[in-house]
């Protein structure tokens, strides 16, 4: 499996570039270009998802902190690609 950890310099690259359309920007389809075109944020306690696979991770891993706000949850990125609170039940 391959290693899915944010490096140091991909988290400043998503911290870097914030999403700038109106309305926010779409969150499906769950990948990552999707993902890497949302508002990141720094959120100490991580993802809100109780069953999130990012919990094992060390506080101390940036990737861990790295979420997006959706619906009122924050939303790491192995949950967001898990499809997590996605709302796509019916395409187009
Ligand atoms: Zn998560």
Redesign the pocket.
């Known amino acids: 499996m391959a290693d899915k950890s944010l490096s140091a310099e991909e988290a400043k690259f998503l911290l870097s570039t914030r999403a700038k359309g109106k309305g926010g920007p779409p969150t499906e389809p769950r990948t990552l270009a999707v993902w890497f075109k949302l508002d990141h944020v720094l959120w100490d306690d991580?993802?809100?998802?109780p069953?999130?696979?990012?919990?094992t991770r060390p506080r101390s891993d940036p990737g861990?902190r790295i979420?997006i706000k959706l619906d009122g949850e924050?939303?790491?990125?192995?949950?967001?690609l898990?499809g997590?609170l996605s709302n796509a039940t019916t395409q187009g």
Not at 46 to 49: A, K, L, P, T, V
Not at 51 to 55: A, E, I, K, L, T
């Open positions: 991580g993802c809100s998802n069953n999130c696979v990012d919990n861990r979420v924050y939303v790491c990125r192995e949950c967001f898990h997590w």
